[in-house]
Nanobody
Framework: QVQLVESGGGLVQAGGSLRLSCAAS????????MGWFRQVPGKEREFVAA????????TYADSVKGQFTISRDNAKNTAFLQMNSLNVEDTAVYYC????????????????????WGQGTQVTVSS
């Protein structure tokens, strides 16, 4: 079992930045890929970014490529999502996810591939 706790959400003006954190506890962290998804009311949960267990591989949704950066600190069992140049369309609840995996493929873009989820953190971007 892996427990995930997100933090760092809040209210920010358009053009601003936020950094989300996801602290993991439980099973060996390095064997788990980490990901971020987001969801707005009435819509499906949307893939944002993912990073392999070693941190060497990353993938992003086209909508955030060049704007968001995913990273992880395996010594601290923590993943991060740096979000820059935020706009109103980035407003959502952001969820951290983890899955134990030997490979890192495009499948990580599907929410059903992920085994563990955090409770979510609200990000609100005002115009």
């Amino acid at each position: 079992q892996v427990q995930l706790v997100e933090s760092g959400g809040g209210l920010v003006q358009a053009g601003g930045s936020l950094r989300l954190s996801c602290a993991a506890s439980g099973r060996p962290y390095r064997s788990h890929a980490m990901g971020w998804f987001r969801q707005v009311p009435g819509k499906e949960r949307e893939f944002v970014a993912a990073i392999s267990g070693s941190g060497q591989l990353t993938t992003y949704a086209d909508s955030v490529k060049g704007q968001f950066t995913i990273s992880r600190d395996n010594a601290k069992n923590t993943a991060f999502l740096q979000m820059n140049s935020l706009n109103v369309e980035d407003t959502a609840v952001y969820y951290c996810a983890a899955v134990r995996t030997e490979s890192f493929t495009a499948a990580v873009r599907r929410q059903y591939e992920w085994a563990y989820w955090g409770q979510g953190t609200q990000v609100t971007v005002s115009s």
